[in-house]
């Protein structure tokens, strides 16, 4: 159900005094001009609510877009900065093949001491400039669609053997801003898809990039929709290896060891005789369990 609360109304309307000359009067007219937001205010019931985060990590992650061999796994452990690596385990938007990817490697994977942020590819934004021309959001049916998503993202994760509590993230990649029902439909979508997590037992993750999904996703929470993804990833590679955030990611949203930073990506690293085009990141977050 969408809505738009009184005190969110009031933080949207603009009023502007405009001294206009009467007939002979000279007086001043005030003039009320009610400014849309760009994301409206969209709750949704969330009786579960988010599982208890079961491990919380905080150093250097990586993601591949191919889960590596464990032969490559073992080599990098300890020998790299790396304690957890993305990995990308369900979505009919994967751009990888996963041969690897087995509940066998996972918990063979786990067992050498890492730890996982796992990533479900799907619909994208309905005004994405993609090549691919992959399916799209709906904006009439979002918040359904992040649901189905979500169930999909669940059947991954278990198929991989990452159990409840675990968090996925939501791989939203960049679009342009210039259409607000755009940015409305990700974020009805997000919504969606965290309200279905939770009821699975799961957590919600978000990824994209700070200049659109994230953006857009960071208006959707100063309107006061709910309920939103429980740890944002946020794209931006500048290098800092921090989640501090930046411009639409203010301090005060997704704080208190929610946040993982892409800070560089595509760059090639080898640990142990063993070479591979990664991805980096930082993270302080629950990983997957």
């Known amino acids: ?19 206009v000359d009467g007939a002979g009067a000279g ?17 949704l019931p969330d009786r579960a609510g988010p599982p208890a985060a079961r491990d919380t990590y905080r150093g250097a992650a990586f993601d591949a877009c191919t889960a590596p ?28 093949p996963q041969p690897q990817l087995t509940a ?12 996982f942020l796992p990533v479900h590819v799907g619909l994208q934004a309905p005004c994405g400039d993609l090549g691919s021309k992959p399916p ?13 998503e979500a169930a999909e993202a669940v059947r991954g994760l278990r198929a991989v053997g990452l159990g409840a509590g675990s968090p996925v993230f939501l791989d939203i990649e960049a679009y342009p801003r210039h259409d607000p029902a755009c940015g409305q439909a990700v974020v009805d979508f997000a919504l969606g898809w965290t309200q279905g997590l939770h009821a699975e037992g799961f957590r919600s993750g978000f990824y994209s990039s700070l200049d659109s999904g994230i953006a857009d996703l960071a208006a959707g929470a100063r309107a006061g929709s709910s309920p939103l993804p429980d740890t944002l990833w946020y794209a931006r590679w500048n290098d800092r ?15 208190n060891r929610r946040r993982v930073h892409q800070y560089r990506g595509n760059v ?7 070479t591979l085009v990664i991805d980096r990141n930082e993270v302080d977050a629950p990983l997957a369990s």
């Open 1 to 19: 159900m969408r809505y738009l609360r009184s005190t969110a109304m009031a933080a949207a309307s603009l009023v502007l005094l405009l001294a």
């Open 27 to 43: 007086a001043a007219e005030t003039v009320a001009v009610a400014v849309v937001p760009r994301i409206r205010t969209t709750v």
């Open 69 to 96: 061999p464990l032969e490559t796994l073992r080599a990098w452990y300890g020998a790299s900065p790396y304690g957890a690596l993305g990995i990308y385990t369900s979505g009919s938007r994967r751009a990888c």
């Open 104 to 115: 066998g490697w996972v918990r063979q994977a786990r067992a050498m001491g890492w730890r």
């Open 136 to 148: 799209r959001i709906d904006p009439a049916r979002a918040v359904w669609q992040g649901r189905q």
């Open 241 to 255: 290896a921090d989640t501090a955030g930046e411009g639409p990611l203010t301090p005060d949203l997704w704080a």
């Open 268 to 274: 090639e690293e080898t640990y142990g005789g063993a």
